[in-house]
């Protein structure tokens, strides 16, 4: 079992930065492929970034040269770093270790003047 706590969120101005963190459980963090994983109300969760344990990353288009994916072994955390924020980024944005069914409770982002 692999408890997943996310942090971070919150209301943030058009243009506004924000940092995420996701803390795993567990001693086998360093091997999962992990992903930030977004949902719009209305609209189906979506794959924003990944990172796999050789520290590859991929981002969906929409957020390419904004946002970064990053991981710290040591603390079982990845990280999501959002810059230059639009008000469609807005939504709850969940951690995800790729191909399980282990998933955060989400943290509530905002992007509102």
């Known amino acids: 079992q692999v408890q997943l706590v996310e942090s971070g969120g919150g209301l943030v101005q058009p243009g506004g930065s924000l940092r995420l963190s996701c803390v795993a459980s567990?001693?086998?963090?360093?091997?999962?492929?992990m992903g930030w994983y977004r949902q719009a109300p209305g609209k189906e969760r979506e794959l924003v970034a990944a990172i796999s344990s050789a520290q590859g990353t991929n981002y969906a288009d929409s957020v390419k040269g904004r946002f970064t994916i990053s991981r710290e072994n040591a603390k079982n955390t990845v990280y999501l770093q959002m810059n230059s924020l639009k008000p469609e980024d807005t939504g709850v944005y969940y951690c995800?270790?790729?191909?399980?069914?282990?998933w955060g409770q989400g943290t509530q982002v905002t992007v509102s003047s």
């Open positions: 995800h270790v790729r191909n399980s069914h282990y």
């Open positions: 567990g001693s086998l963090f360093r091997f999962y492929t």
